[in-house]
């Protein structure tokens, strides 16, 4: 079994697709208002609208990705006008995290270890 992707259901596919491909600096040529694909080094980010209404209040799930060095995203980031929630901070197992909201209120945690 391969994990393949990650889903984020939303009413706005083209906002939330464009401030995922800014902040992991990818291109995608899928340019849909129902489904977009964002294609990682590891498993794709499909955003889609099933035409359900979102209240986008996700308390129970962090997408998090592993960088080079969470200081230099951490300014990228700030110039991206990106909501950071916590700066990053160097946890006691060794990782150096940082932690931001999508603008549909999820929780992004970028990572790298020293």
């Not at 694909?37 to 592993?66: C, H, P, Q, R, W």
């Not at 980031?77 to 006691?92: A, D, M, N």
Request: proline letters at 4%; a negative charge.
């Amino acid at each position: 079994m391969i994990f393949a992707e990650v889903g984020l259901m939303t009413m706005d596919v083209p906002r939330l697709s464009k401030f995922y491909r800014d902040v992991l600096k990818t291109e995608s040529d899928c340019d849909d208002d129902v489904h977009q694909e964002i294609m990682t080094n590891g498993a794709a980010l499909t955003i889609y609208n099933d035409g359900s209404i979102k209240e986008s209040a996700n308390n129970n799930v962090v997408l998090a990705f592993t960088v080079d060095n969470v200081d230099e995203e951490y300014e990228r980031l700030l110039q991206l006008h990106v909501k950071i929630t916590e700066p990053p901070t160097t946890r006691p197992w060794g990782a150096r995290n940082m932690y931001f909201e999508d603008p549909d209120g999820n929780t992004v945690v970028f990572r790298s270890f020293l």
